[in-house]
Every structure is written in structure tokens, then in C-alpha cells.
């Protein structure tokens, strides 16, 4: 090919294929390094408790009825089968306080916590009983118990419960079929009046619960409020509700949820037995896991910052790093009349590459802002002495150095931003577009093609 503008297109168009397939690699790094993150949350999860949900205190009763039918050999016979009657409260409040106590495996910090929770129910006077089968001839009940199912009770460091004033002693486990984990008061000695609902209840649990990441609860009671405050700025609210109100601050974040029967079907879904899920599965009410998930909310404690998922995104943005340094030396090429070889252009490209991998391994020792400057100012350091000898001069190398410190600079700022991330990322490529135009629009990109006319000393 005569044409020096087709060949360099080709060389070039080889040489992003291969820095391509150095950041293919380096993004294989990255997600290495988040699935050891992970498996190192599972360890402390293993070794702790995962994930809180709770739900209740659901008065619970075993009773036993009558069924009629015939046995193999056509005789009629009667069984006795046993069956759950549950009352489940009109109110219920929890007044939590959570504190933050991260753990660590290796490089990699988790975010447990410890919660204190005062938890109050009341059962109206009129609140009966409910799960006797038609027609069915109930022959025995047991004394109802208090249940209070949880979603991992290894977590449970005290616990106290207090009925209309008095102490009653718990239990490990629920006697539940589905919702088996959690804790059960000993059979309580109530009056057939209140058993039937003829009385009001107070129940009263003091809670200390320690946990991973999510804190979440399922609104059961006729009305629902939960007041949580915390000693982490970064809460991630999920779930099928969020809070009537929060205030987030570099200390913490308080929030309230209040949450009527009318606008929940987490009582029909006890009754019916439905799965306790995650709070993103609980969400997505429009898939069939999420239709068959019990409604909750609660938060997450996310880390903002965290070093893996940053990286993620920074790869990302790798190519397009690339493809604008590319255009930075081809700027200087073609105004200045210079000749830059392709393997110096693979040479620079392969400096933004490392400046990634710097990034991931300096984050694991250092703060992210921190990994990432001293990977920023090492690249920017190390392209700016380069790019003085491949341009011909300082006077053009520092103006390329300060360009790339720029491009990080932006780097950076895109990744702190979330919602607004992609709004000012094609701001700034279309003032990239918008400044190489305007550079080359006295450009005879015809005379440029042909012939090689000397270039200036590099």
C-alpha cells in the first residue's frame, strides 16, 4: 500500500487489537480479585451470620384435627393431623441501633454489625386465633407459644422477652415448618380469654442480633414502624418499601419506615408460606422468584468506594483511554508533521494498560484515592518523559503529560459520580471531538495521505 495514511490506520488498528486483548487480561485480574472478595465475605459468613431478616412475633398454636377417609383395605378409619393457628399483631414497632464492626479475611474487609433492637407488638382485644380448617373437629390444642422467625440466628447474642410485663423464657427454633429458624417463648400460660383473642397482649423483645451487610424486615403487623440509626454515611435502602424518611451524614444515617397492612401482603404471605428471600429478589415483583418472595425492606451497607468494584469500572473505560491517547499522538503527527512509529504507539498504549493493574494492586494496600493517584502521576510521570523524545521535544511533551493528566482526572471524576457518570463522560467526549475539529480543520488530509515528505527530527 502507497497510501501512508491507510498503512497507518492498519498498524494501528492491530495495535488496539492487541492492547485490547492486555486489557481483556487485566480485567480477568479484577474480576479474580472480586470473586476472592466474595468468597471471602462467604468465610465470615460461615464463620459469623449472613444477612438479617426478621419478621414476627407471630402467636403460635399447635393443634391436631379429625380427617376421615379409609385405610388400604377400604375400611374407614380415622386419623388425627395436626395443623398451625397463628394470630399475628396489629402493631409493631422496632426501635433499632446499629453498630458497625467490620471484619477482615486477608486483604479484603466485610461489613458485619451488631444490632440492638427493642421490639414491641400488640395484639388488639378481638385478634383470635385463625387456621382452623372448615368443618374440620379440632380434638387437642397445645399452649400457644411466641414465635419470632430469623433469617440466620446463629447471629443472636441476647435475647429477652417480656409478655404484658412479664419474663418468659425462650427457645432455640420456632416449631415452624417453613419458617424454622429463629427463637419460640416456652408454652405460655394464658387465659383461654386472651388465647382466643378476648384480650389485649404486649410483647416486648429486646434484641442484640449480629449480622452481614443487610438488615431487613417483613412488615406482619397491622401497622408497621421501624425507626433504625446507624453509624454508616452509606446505606443502600431496598427492598419493596423505603423510608418515609432519612438523614444521611458523614457520622451515620437514621431512617423510619412506616408501613400499614393496607399497602403489604406479607400477612397473606405468611399464612401462605411463601419463601424469605433476598432484598433484591423480593424486589423485582415482575419475575417469578420475586412474585413468590415475601414482601420486606430494609438496607444494605454498601462501601461506595470499594476498591474491586472501582477497578471494575475503570477497566471499562480503558479503551476509550486508549483510543483518546491514540488521538492526542496522532494530533501532534499530523500538525506538526511528525512520524510516530507503531510500537511506540503500543508502548504508550501499554503504559495506560499497567496503570490499571497499578490501580488494583495498589487499592488493596493503600485507600483507592491514594492507589489511584500514585498510578495516575507514575503513568502520567512515565508517558510525559516518553513523549518528549517520540514528539521531538519538552515543549511538546509536557503539553501531552498534562493532557493525560487531564484524562485521569476525568477518569477519577466519572467514577465518583453515579447518576450523573454517563451525562458528563459524553460532555467530555464531545468537547474531545469538538477541540480535535476545530485543530484539523485546515488540514489536507489528501496531501497528508500521499507521498512521504521528511519529517520533522524526532
Not at 434484641?207 to 454508616?232: H, K
Not at 514528539?391 to 471524576?413: E, W
Amino acid at each position: 500500500m502507497k497510501n501512508r495514511l491507510v498503512q497507518k490506520a492498519v498498524t494501528l488498528a492491530i495495535t488496539m487489537a492487541i492492547l485490547m486483548i492486555a486489557l481483556m487480561m487485566v480485567s480477568d485480574v479484577v474480576r479474580d480479585r472480586i470473586y476472592n472478595r466474595d468468597r471471602a465475605v462467604q468465610s465470615v459468613v460461615n464463620s459469623t451470620a449472613g444477612a438479617q431478616t426478621l419478621f414476627g412475633p407471630v402467636l403460635a398454636q399447635r393443634c391436631s384435627r379429625e380427617v376421615s377417609g379409609k385405610d388400604g383395605e377400604g375400611r374407614s378409619e380415622t386419623r388425627l393431623v395436626s395443623f398451625q393457628r397463628y394470630a399475628l399483631p396489629d402493631e409493631i414497632s422496632h426501635q433499632v441501633r446499629t453498630d458497625m464492626q467490620p471484619r477482615a479475611r486477608g486483604l479484603y474487609q466485610v461489613n458485619t454489625f451488631l444490632m440492638a433492637d427493642t421490639l414491641v407488638a400488640r395484639f388488639a382485644p378481638g385478634n383470635q386465633l385463625q387456621g382452623k380448617p372448615e368443618g374440620a373437629s379440632v380434638r387437642h390444642c397445645d399452649a400457644p407459644r411466641l414465635i419470632l422467625p430469623l433469617s440466620d440466628p446463629r447471629g443472636i447474642r441476647s435475647a429477652a422477652l417480656q409478655v404484658d410485663g412479664k419474663a418468659l423464657p425462650l427457645e432455640p427454633g420456632t416449631g415452624h415448618a417453613v419458617y424454622s429458624r429463629g427463637l419460640q417463648s416456652k408454652p405460655m400460660p394464658l387465659p383461654a380469654t386472651s388465647a382466643e383473642g378476648g384480650a389485649a397482649m404486649e410483647v416486648v423483645v429486646q434484641l442484640q442480633l449480629m449480622g452481614t451487610e443487610r438488615i431487613a424486615f417483613v412488615p406482619l403487623g397491622g401497622t408497621n414502624q421501624v425507626s433504625m440509626q446507624a453509624d454508616w454515611p452509606h446505606p443502600s435502602f431496598g427492598g419493596n418499601f423505603l423510608p418515609l424518611s432519612r438523614e444521611i451524614s458523614d457520622q451515620g444515617f437514621s431512617a423510619s419506615w412506616s408501613i400499614p397492612a393496607l399497602a403489604s401482603s406479607a400477612r397473606q404471605a405468611f399464612v401462605q408460606e411463601r419463601a424469605l428471600c433476598s432484598l433484591a429478589a423480593a424486589n423485582t415483583d415482575d419475575s417469578p422468584e420475586g412474585s413468590q418472595c415475601m414482601e420486606q425492606f430494609g438496607t444494605s451497607f454498601i462501601d461506595p468506594v470499594n476498591p474491586y468494584s472501582l477497578s471494575d469500572r475503570a477497566t471499562k473505560y480503558g479503551v476509550l483511554f486508549i483510543v483518546l491517547t491514540f488521538v492526542a499522538v496522532a494530533m501532534f503527527e499530523v500538525l506538526k508533521k511528525l512520524r510516530v512509529h507503531p510500537v511506540q504507539y503500543l508502548l504508550v498504549g501499554s503504559a495506560l494498560c499497567i496503570f490499571f493493574l497499578l490501580l488494583i494492586s495498589l487499592s488493596e494496600h493503600l485507600g483507592f484515592n491514594q492507589a489511584y493517584a500514585i498510578a495516575a502521576s507514575a503513568c502520567v510521570l512515565l508517558l510525559g518523559y516518553y513523549a518528549s523524545h517520540i514528539l521531538g521535544s519538552l515543549r511538546r511533551g509536557l503539553p501531552f503529560a498534562a493532557l493525560i493528566a487531564v484524562m485521569y482526572g476525568l477518569l477519577f471524576v466519572l467514577l465518583q459520580l453515579e447518576q450523573t457518570a454517563l451525562a458528563v463522560g459524553s460532555i467530555a467526549l464531545f468537547a474531545v471531538l469538538a477541540v480535535v475539529m476545530v485543530a484539523t480543520r485546515k488540514v489536507d488530509w489528501y496531501a497528508f495521505g500521499k507521498g512521504d515528505s521528511a519529517p520533522e527530527a524526532a
